[in-house]
Each structure stands twice: as structure tokens, then as C-alpha cells.
């Protein structure tokens, strides 16, 4: 199909709505659904417990559920993959692939910085599998025999470095690329065109877009996301129905949520790094920062969601200026409606091995800035306003580095 990408975001699971007779998405609650033909019935639950779709009946809510599997259909159109499965959260989505991968082998490869909790799932060994951390050029070197899975995240939480995605693709081989889209969504990036075999988003973040659903979706081929629902048929964590509704209900704006919070953080970012009272700022789009040129090949923009430190390594500055914030939310998460901030290195990253952490440029100091859909003019007053509170106790820059001419 040729539609734009805008098109396909307001009509995505919506195809059947004329013949139904709808024009919003049903909500089905049923958490068990009458079976009155027992070889029905039979077939149907074998079909889903493999991972398969439904033959009739849909037999019980962990196995399908209808408005849930809309929304999947959806989601998967927009990143032109085959089939998608949505979780209760982001950490289910990516407990699923790996559950799903330990067919294939036990080790996995992984590249920092990775979400702070999906870093530990993977150090833990909570699921088992032994983990070869590496850099985004040395792929092929941690390859194993027993290799299930090659784990990146980009733009990478917290630090916005881009990882080339067709580059670690072609190092894989024929280990499956998992690549965790959380910060670009499917309106700026979308990994399977370039050769992922799966995407996986947190839809906490920009796909729910308003801060009140909890969700994970993972996106691929059938075979894989088969798999995956072989998994959470037998282990559980479905997308509820209602979280479900109201991620479909955001796909119409996503693309307008997402390019408007872009264009401020742009401004922001800019503004920041020009800044005295900034040691430094971490945005894809600044000077110096996208040396593989991603930006616009890759990444149709740097998203919104940035990364900077203040002029003073005292954390009671970093604390009084947060404090200070009169708009801005002090929270985890990110993509919401409103822009939040906060501390990877307290808070997100805390579960991050403290040398890992600072090996990937998490410094106790910075913060995480995301972008929200206010006017641009009144973001930057309330960070000019905290700004100025902590001057006094600042070790005031010349001039960023990366604004030289
Ligand atoms: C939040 C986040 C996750 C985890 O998702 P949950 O919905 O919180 O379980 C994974 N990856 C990235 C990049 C995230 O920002």
C-alpha cells in the first residue's frame, strides 16, 4: 500500500470499522468466552497457545483478546512488520523475546547504554542467559555458537548516542537484531526496513503519549512473533483490553504529538548548549553528535527527548535546580504529554553497575530532559528560572565545545 505514513497512523486497524458498523475501536472485557462446540474450541486453544491465530473462538482473555489484537495489527502496519504482540509493559515485551530466543541458544549480545532495567534483566541472569557486552562496530567478535539474540537500543537511554542499525545487521549475520525504538517510534525510525528482525517499544513512553498507560510492543516477522506469543500464552502479560483502546486511540496523533515535541527539544537543545551555565548537552542534532550522518538516513529527526549536565559537579546544585522547576515535572518516563526530567544515575540507571554506568557517559549529574507538547517559550522560561536559581554556585562556561565555530 502507498498511503504516507500519516495516512496509515489515522486508518491502521481500523479497516473493518463500515462493515461493523463502528467508528471507534470496540472494547471487549471478556476474560472467558462461551464454548459451546468443544472441537471448536479444542482447535481455537491450540492454535493460540502456539502462537497462532484465533479458529473461532477466542477462548480465554490470556490467550486473545480482540482489541488488544487491533491494536497489534496496527502498530505492526506502521512498522512494516508481519505481525506484533502487545505486553502489560515494555520489560514483559522484552522478557517474551527472551524467553522465545532460548530456543535458538543462551548467550546474548548487548550493546551500552541499554534501558537501566533491561541492562540488568540481561547482567542479572535472572532469565539465565550470559550476556557479551560490546560496542556497536564489534558485533561479530561476541559472537558465539550458542548467540540468540543481539540486543540495541536507539537513540540509546539516556545519552542519545545513535547505534547504525544496518551496520550491526550485517555484523549479526544470522543472529536476529533486536532493536529497542522506544525514543524514535515508528514516525522517525523504523529498524525492520533497514534489516532488524524485531522492534520493540516501550509504549509507556510516545506511543501511549499521555503518561497513563503502562505497555509493550514487540514487532516482526510471523515466525518470531509467534514465538513470542507461544511465550505470553503460557506465561501471561497481555496488553489489557482498555490499555490496548487507548493506544490505538493515540496512533492518529502520534505523528503530530512526536514532530511537535521534536521541533521544541530542537529549540531547547540549541539554547542549552549555548548556554554559560551548561557543562554540556547530549541531543543527536547538535554539532558533533550523529558522526555516522544516521540523522536523516536512519532517524528522520533526533526526537525529543535530550541529555545535559549542568556547570557544577555538586549534586546539591543538580537537586536545588530541579527543585526550582515551577513546570516542569520531575519524573521518570518520558513522552508524555507534559516534559519530564530527572537523574539517570539515581533513578532509571540506578540498577546499572556504577562503572558500566560511567563507562557510558551516565554521570551522576546528568539529566534527562523529555520534551513535552507545552509552548516552547514557556519550557525554556521554567529552565531559565531554575537556571538562574543555582547561578550563584556554577562554574560558568566560555562557550560549549560543541558550539564552536
Ligand atoms: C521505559 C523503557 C523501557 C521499559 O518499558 P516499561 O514499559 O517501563 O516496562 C524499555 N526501553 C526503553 C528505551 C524505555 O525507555
Known amino acids: 500500500m502507498d498511503r504516507s505514513f500519516s495516512t496509515r497512523a489515522v486508518h491502521a486497524g481500523r479497516g473493518d470499522f463500515i462493515e461493523k458498523g463502528v467508528h471507534a475501536p470496540p472494547i471487549d472485557f471478556s476474560s472467558t468466552y462461551p464454548t459451546p462446540n468443544l472441537d471448536e474450541a479444542a482447535r481455537s486453544f491450540d492454535s493460540l497457545v502456539a502462537g497462532d491465530e484465533p479458529q473461532g473462538t477466542f477462548v480465554y482473555q490470556r490467550l486473545f483478546n480482540p482489541t488488544t489484537d487491533r491494536f497489534e495489527k496496527a502498530l505492526a502496519e506502521l512498522e512494516g512488520a508481519e505481525d506484533a504482540a502487545a505486553f502489560s509493559s515494555g520489560m514483559a515485551a522484552f522478557t517474551a523475546v527472551l524467553l522465545a530466543a532460548k530456543t535458538r541458544g543462551m548467550h546474548v549480545v548487548a550493546v551500552r547504554p541499554l534501558y537501566g532495567t533491561a541492562d540488568h534483566l540481561l ?27 543481539v540486543v540495541i537500543e536507539t537513540p540509546g537511554n539516556p545519552t542519545l548516542e545513535l ?22 517510534t515508528p514516525v ?27 505497555a509493550g510492543v514487540v514487532a516482526g516477522p510471523h515466525a518470531l512473533v509467534r514465538d513470542i506469543k507461544h511465550v505470553r500464552a503460557a506465561t501471561g502479560g497481555l496488553l489489557h483490553p482498555l490499555a490496548s483502546f487507548l493506544l490505538h486511540r493515540g496512533l492518529p496523533t502520534l505523528e503530530l504529538r512526536v514532530l511537535r515535541a521534536q521541533e521544541t527539544a530542537i529549540e531547547i537543545a540549541k539554547r542549552l548548549v549555548d548556554d554559560r551555565r551548561i557543562a554540556s548537552v547530549r541531543f543527536p542534532a547538535l554539532p558533533g553528535q550523529d558522526p555516522r550522518r544516521l540523522l536523516g538516513r536512519q532517524m528522520a529527526g533526533p526526537g525529543s527527548v535530550l541529555a545535559f549536565e549542568l556547570a557544577s559537579d555538586d549534586p546539591a546544585v543538580m537537586r536545588h535546580f530541579v527543585e526550582a522547576l515551577e513546570l516542569i515535572t520531575p519524573a521518570v518516563s518520558l513522552g508524555s504529554t507534559d516534559t519530564l526530567i530527572q537523574p539517570p544515575a539515581a533513578l532509571t540507571h540506578r540498577v546499572v553497575d556504577k562503572h558500566a554506568r560511567e563507562k557510558a557517559g551516565i554521570s551522576g549529574g546528568l539529566l534527562r530532559l523529555s520534551v513535552g507538547l507545552e509552548d516552547v517559550r514557556d519550557v525554556w522560561r521554567d529552565l531559565d528560572h531554575a537556571l538562574a536559581e543555582v547561578a550563584s554556585r556554577l562554574e560558568l562556561h566560555d562557550r560549549a565545545p560543541a558550539m564552536a565555530p
Open 188 to 214: 522517525l525510525q523504523r529498524p525492520l526496513e533497514l534489516g532488524a528482525s524485531l522492534v520493540l517499544h516501550s509504549a509507556t513512553k510516545f506511543l501511549g503519549g499521555h503518561g497513563d498507560v503502562l
Open 123 to 149: 547482567t542479572s541472569r535472572l532469565l539465565g542467559h550470559s550476556v557479551t557486552w560490546t560496542t556497536p562496530d564489534r558485533i561479530t567478535a561476541a559472537l558465539r555458537p550458542n548467540t540468540c539474540l
Open 163 to 184: 547505534v547504525d542499525i544496518k551496520a550491526v545487521v550485517k555484523q549479526a549475520g544470522e543472529v536476529p537484531v533486536l532493536v529497542d525504538s522506544t525514543f524514535a
